[in-house]
């Protein structure tokens, strides 16, 4: 059973900085993308940023650019999302979620799991 | 940027009833479209992805259709595990993903 575990949410302030973790388990991480999806309280999804499974390709949101960065450690099947120089504007619940493909491919990706997210809110 | 848009934007509805939601895209997007459900508290659940096939695990109530701009995601006789929030989420421009603004079924 796939299963991916979200940490590292909580407080922080404008300006500031935090840092999220996705441990997965239940399928070859390697082979696959993971991606980080926000929902905003009470707003729809936004997808934030996506890692090929490699590691060697990143993609971001405009929202986000320049601001976040998405790393992965294959040998702890852990992705990262580091937050920086957040704002209100990115306080949401991030999911962590897995490509239903494997590989980095070019159309057509669907997000086929998904964890139960963690809670970022910026305020001071 | 491909703009997504839903409607209707929320709809009530009975356990039975046969429920249809719409998605349509700003460009032609083939069938690179995916739907899902997200229930109140929890992580959305994929549907749907290639704008009509059917998820692994996922009742055959639910079925998709279109292609190019216009597309449904049809419940053809809704269940009590069904009341919830569905997007739609093209893949055309990988992976720079753009979800619906989501269509909330209630009950009535």
């Known amino acids: 059973e796939v299963q991916l575990l979200e940490s590292g949410g909580g407080l922080a302030q404008p300006g500031g900085f935090l840092r999220l973790s996705c441990v997965a388990s239940g399928f070859t991480f390697s082979s696959y993308a993971l991606s980080w999806v926000r929902q905003a309280p009470g707003k729809g999804l936004e997808w934030v940023a996506t890692?090929?499974?490699?590691?060697?390709?990143?993609y971001f949101a405009d929202s986000v650019k320049g601001r976040f960065i998405v790393s992965r450690d294959n040998s702890q099947n852990t992705v990262y999302l580091q937050m920086n120089n957040v704002g209100a504007q990115d306080t949401a619940r991030y999911y962590c979620a897995k490509d239903y493909f494997p590989g980095d491919p070019p159309v057509g990706r669907a997000f086929e799991a998904w964890g139960q997210g963690t809670l970022v809110t910026v305020s001071s | 940027d491909i703009q997504m848009t839903q409607s209707p934007p929320s709809l009530s509805a009975s356990v039975g009833d046969r429920v249809t939601i719409t998605c349509r895209a700003s460009h032609n997007i083939g069938t690179y479209l995916n739907w899902y459900q997200q229930r109140p508290g929890k992580a959305p659940n994929l549907l749907i992805y290639a704008a009509s096939r059917l998820l692994s695990g996922v009742p055959s109530r639910f079925s998709g259709s279109g292609s190019g701009t216009e597309f449904t995601l049809t419940i053809s006789s809704l269940q009590p595990d069904d009341f919830a929030t569905y997007y739609c989420?093209?893949?055309?421009?990988?992976?720079?993903?753009?979800f619906g603004p989501g269509t909330k079924v209630d009950m009535k």
């Open positions: 989420q093209e893949s055309y421009i990988s992976p720079l993903f753009t």
């Open positions: 890692i090929s499974d490699s590691g060697s390709t990143t």
